[in-house]
């Protein structure tokens, strides 16, 4: 049943080659692009786009930290996270500067993620192989609610085929074109 996710599964091996040679803000730019495939492929079946609630809900269902962790995911943190990252190379995106409650991420290599509130817009400093361990976790439960959810199942099998593919190229065969 899985063979049916092979495309999700793909990304997240990226996400995990990027990680293993060092490519931290590849792998985070990765991490935030397999989230908004996973929030594509679980909207409700009435939305052709998926947004921020359907990012910010998809985290808030899988994605968890640790209990140990002093930093708790919320989907707004993760998704302003996204926003500044992947729009600007930035900590910070609009939301941070209209809503001093939403955290800035910066990173490091750990794999604790710490708080520092002595900062406005307040502070989360990821740990980032915590943090790919917990979206790898996150993606495992998905699939396996879509194993056990007929509807969820339903939903995302109508939109798998607009993820994106790899397709190995043998040696000696022509490239498409």
Excluded at 3 to 21: A, H, M, Q, S, T
Excluded at 37 to 57: H, N
Excluded at 137 to 147: E, G, K, M
Aim: net charge negative; hydrophobic share 40%.
């Amino acid at each position: 049943m899985l063979g049916n996710y092979k495309g999700l599964l793909d990304l997240v091996d990226e996400i995990k080659k990027c990680e293993d040679v060092g490519s931290t803000v590849a792998a985070l730019a990765l991490f935030f692009v397999c989230i908004d495939t996973m929030a594509f492929l679980s909207m409700p079946a009435d939305k052709t786009k998926q947004g921020r609630s359907e990012f910010i809900a998809w985290v808030d269902r899988y994605l968890k930290a640790d209990p140990s962790q002093e930093y708790q995911y919320r989907g707004i943190d993760v998704y302003a996270a996204r926003c500044g990252l992947l729009h600007a190379f930035s900590a910070e995106a609009d939301l941070h500067r209209n809503d001093s409650s939403i955290y800035v991420f910066l990173y490091d290599d750990g794999g604790s993620h710490r708080v520092d509130n002595n900062h406005v817009p307040k502070v989360a400093i990821i740990g980032t192989a915590s943090f790919l361990n917990d979206l790898v976790i996150a993606v495992q439960t998905f699939l396996v609610d879509c194993v056990n959810d007929a509807e969820l199942r339903g939903l995302v099998g109508s939109r798998l085929s607009k993820v994106y593919q790899m397709i190995p190229l043998s040696n000696g065969t022509s490239s498409p074109g």
